[in-house]
């Protein structure tokens, strides 16, 4: 009798075992190994970067091709969970499939490389998008309506720099929207991540200055130049940043759209105002080399200046941060709102048209402008 009891027991402690097991295995291995991306980013004619994080340390590969049948691969064959590829060789203006394979594989993703010399291409161009984050996704959903090549963030990307920002920042846009993988993004640097190192440790752009670092840089697409300065450090006349500029601009001479993007604005009817150190230092070399438009963030709001000496200063901080009230009038102010926005830029070989885009829509301001050859 006591040997007939015991076989029922040793069943279900089997059973209870096994749904234990099953159980506590879900728990410590996700179905996704992916934690966060894919992101591409550092978009040029012939290459990009794809980055990826990973739950446990692994080696994983990159899938691509102009279909999603997949023809090429790159491997990242160093066991860790922060993984990043170059994807080279790739052909101007066209269109790849791609995705991620590891322990498991992502959904199939598209980006597009950069255009040649002459070539039409939309980019849009936002920033402030912290704090809110329910802005910054409707944003992004926004932009992604309109097709954009790809993206310029003028700073602000998160509020402090924590991990929980970051990680906050990357769920905005590998998780409630697709821009982180199918939408480079070009961003400088604002006073909110001015100290964090996540800055450079998750972000993948041009290093292309005498410090080897992402922290200024420039980059081209189609007929245009677009440099990112770094308002938060040094740009006075001597400094490596300085000095890289001076050189930089001066090389895109022959280019018939030149733009800056920084933080800091140059002009501003809102809170925060104009930038005086700007306007002394770097304004003459805008002027001196024929930059068409600067852009800048800070002030959470939309302001275009009209062109003076041929320079039109956009203020596009409308992504997400708490909006501000405008602050005085001035006689060099063509529009301003406060909106949460994004600017288009429509570019081909012979104009470029801004526009500003409303949350709701609507478009709000635009300008047409002709190229400098």
């Known amino acids: 009798m006591l040997e007939k009891g015991i076989k029922p027991l040793t069943r279900n402690f089997a059973v209870y075992t096994f749904i234990f097991l099953l159980f506590w295995t879900t ?3 996700p179905q996704s190994n992916i934690s966060r991306g894919p992101i591409v980013s550092n978009a040029t004619q012939t290459s990009i970067t794809i980055s990826w994080w990973t739950q446990k340390k692994s080696s994983t590969s990159v899938e691509y091709d102009k279909t999603s049948s997949y023809q090429h691969v790159r491997q990242d064959s160093i066991q860790t969970r922060e993984h990043s590829v170059s994807l080279d060789e ?50 992004l959903q926004l932009i992604q309506q309109h097709h954009p090549l790809f993206a310029i963030n003028t700073g602000d ?8 920002d970051w990680s906050m920042y990357f769920t905005i846009l590998c998780g409630r929207t697709s821009v982180g993988q199918t939408l480079p993004i070009f961003s400088t640097v604002g006073n909110h991540e001015k100290y964090s190192s996540g800055y450079e440790q998750y972000l993948h752009l041009p290093h292309n200055n005498p410090q080897n670092s992402q922290l200024y840089y420039s980059f081209d697409c189609g007929s245009a130049h677009f440099i990112a300065l770094n308002s938060t450090i040094n740009y006075e006349p001597g400094s490596p940043q300085y000095n890289w500029f001076v050189k930089d601009i001066a090389q895109a001479a022959t280019a018939k759209f030149r733009f800056v993007f920084l933080h800091h604005p140059v002009y501003s009817s809102f809170p925060h ?12 070399l805008f002027e001196q080399h024929h930059v068409q438009m600067v852009f800048s963030g800070h002030d959470h709001a939309y ?4 062109p ?21 009038d001035n006689s ?15 570019m081909d070989s012979a104009q470029c048209t801004l526009y500003m885009i409303r949350l709701d829509g609507a478009i709000r301001d ?3 402008f002709s190229a400098s050859h």
């Open 90 to 139: 790739l052909q101007p203006s066209t269109q790849y499939h791609y995705r991620v394979i590891g322990r498991d594989t992502s959904d199939d993703y598209s980006f597009s490389t950069s255009v040649r010399p002459g070539e039409p291409f939309v980019s849009a161009v936002y920033g402030d998008t912290r704090m809110n984050h329910d802005i910054h996704t409707a944003v």
């Open 27 to 29: 728990l410590a291995w």
């Open 366 to 368: 635009s300008i047409t």
């Open 332 to 346: 060099w102010t063509a529009y301003k709102e406060k909106a949460y926005h994004f600017c288009k830029l429509l």
């Open 273 to 284: 105002g104009s930038t005086e150190k700007v306007q002394q230092y770097l304004l003459p």
């Open 303 to 306: 302001e275009r200046t009209k």
């Open 308 to 328: 003076m000496n041929g320079v039109t200063y956009v203020v596009t901080g409308g992504g997400g941060a708490p909006l501000y009230d405008s602050k005085s």
């Open 157 to 164: 990307l998160v509020s402090s720099g924590t991990e929980s």
